[in-house]
């Protein structure tokens, strides 16, 4: 699949349902109000559905949400997608999540082929931790980290660089992660749904934080781009690899090779654009046929928009309406 940009899409990401056990304040309202759960893909849709996304070219599947290790036949989906690895059709499964469930299911994903995660992780304070993720426990999600690195999973730190809340930590959580040979990226907020507050009033932007990196370490500048969004660096002090994750402040979008789906199937084709396919019609009006949901898959992959359109000025409250846990981040 080549959009009209000549990009090929070859990433998905799948939100596979937009709950979750946390409520990161940057991310969700204290209450939030969660999709009916008839609207969502049934474990045979979204398996059918990832299917001809796989036959079609993807070659890298991440599965996040809203938190992907809730949602309750999440270990029985991953298994069914983790077939099209054994083929070889499928390079990469992969997920994105809070860690809160993976002392209990690191195991279980190391043996369905799954290599390496991000999780996301804003602080190493309990009371920070607390009372951004509104009712996460860091013990808990440390825990998991730990599961998952014994069962052999490599892991990423995901951090959103937040005003006034975790930006003097930013060194220390980096020294934390590459101690423990963890890559780690830094992600600006982005004005997705509506929270509570102003969202400019959370916004960090990451060349200050990356000046005040430079006090304390050496960056080096790495070429490798994953397709993604984010640019690397190398810490000389650590020896480790540090991301920044730039949409507000930097133009990304040339290389983007991805498009997203949500739980109810609907296929964004950007993250900060509002024009969506929807999928789940012509997967359900054809039960045995994948061939109107292939033409409604090739139809939308000839709109992807050249770019995104953030602005954190213009976007009170959002620019995008829909929270990051329904496109999933
Ligand atoms: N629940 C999982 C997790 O937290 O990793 C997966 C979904 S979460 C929406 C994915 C990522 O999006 C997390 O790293 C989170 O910090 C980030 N995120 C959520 N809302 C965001 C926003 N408004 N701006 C920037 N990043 C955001
Ligand atoms: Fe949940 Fe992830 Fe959003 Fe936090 S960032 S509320 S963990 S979906």
Not at 75 to 82: A, C, F, H, N, T
Request: proline share 5%; aromatic share 4%; charged share 25%.
């Amino acid at each position: 699949m080549v959009d009209p940009f000549g990009r090929a899409v070859t990433y998905l990401r799948i939100s596979v349902t937009d709950r979750c056990d946390f409520r990161c304040a940057y991310c969700m309202s204290e209450d939030m109000r969660f999709l009916p759960r008839r609207d969502l893909l049934t474990l045979e849709e979204l398996d059918r559905l990832c299917g001809v996304f796989v036959d079609h070219g993807v070659r890298k599947l991440r599965i996040t949400g809203g938190e992907p290790l809730v949602r309750r036949d999440i270990m029985q989906l991953l298994g069914r997608m983790s077939r099209h690895l054994g083929g070889g059709a499928l390079e990469e499964l992969t997920l994105t999540t809070n860690g809160s469930q993976l002392a209990r299911l690191a195991p279980g994903l190391a043996g369905l082929g799954i290599r390496r995660i991000n999780v996301s992780l804003d602080t190493l304070d309990p009371e920070r931790f607390q009372a951004v993720t509104r009712r996460g426990d860091l013990g808990v999600v440390l825990a998991g980290i730990e599961a998952a690195r014994a069962a052999g999973i490599r892991v990423k730190i995901n951090a959103v660089a937040l005003k006034g809340v975790n930006e003097d930590e930013l060194g220390d959580m980096v020294a934390w992660a590459h101690g423990l040979g963890m890559d780690m990226t830094l992600i600006e907020v982005m004005p997705l749904g509506e929270v509570e507050g102003d969202r400019s009033d959370q916004f960090l932007p990451l060349h200050v934080v990356r000046e005040r990196l430079e006090a304390r370490y050496t960056l080096t500048p790495l070429l490798d781009r994953t397709g993604g969004p984010a640019r690397y660096v190398r810490v000389a002090e650590t020896g480790g690899r540090l991301g920044f994750i730039t949409p507000l402040t930097h133009n990304f979008c040339e290389g983007c090779n991805r498009v997203r789906l949500t739980c109810t199937g609907k296929l964004y084709l950007c993250l900060g654009q509002e024009d969506a396919a929807d999928l789940r019609v012509p997967l359900r009006e054809s039960p045995h046929d994948d061939g109107p949901v292939t033409r409604a898959l090739v139809d939308a992959i000839a709109r992807k928009p050249k770019g995104h359109d953030f602005v954190i000025e213009r976007a009170r409250p959002a620019a995008v309406r829909r929270h990051m846990s329904v496109t999933g981040g």
